[in-house]
């Protein structure tokens, strides 16, 4: 029951062989809160790695509890992120497809944010809106 958009595996290997790193970073807190195993997610994951080339998944598992500055829109996972891989958040996108998304992104001073989302969605603080994601690359490759 799990599989890619099309255009995902082609947007991020063009996003790779352009020099940027890739790294997804994942509110899970169906695990926290008990109704996902987290073996599930785990295998999700060791899935994408097999069919994208990302440097690391970040994950918060937090059940939506007490704030821990790493559920988005809090930017912790980005923040580690960027420390462990020495990432110049100023020369970096984020994707995401909820506006927490692009909290974090804001929050951890990420240059561009863009929101895949449909059309008429709203961009709200996101840079860029795009329908997918491989729209979404080719519009912050044009912008570099």
Known sequence: EFELLPGVVDACRLLKAAGYLLVVATNQPDVGRGTQRRETVEEMH?????????????????????????????????????????????????????PSDIQAGRAAGVRWCCRVAAEGSGRGAADLLAPDLARCIDAFLALR
């Open 46 to 98: 060791c899935r994408l790695r097999e069919w994208l080339p990302l440097d690391d998944i970040r994950v918060c598992y937090d059940g939506g509890g007490e704030a821990s500055g790493f559920l988005k829109p809090a930017p912790g996972m980005l923040l580690r992120a960027i420390a462990k891989f020495g990432i110049d958040p100023q020369r970096s996108m984020l994707v995401g497809d909820k």
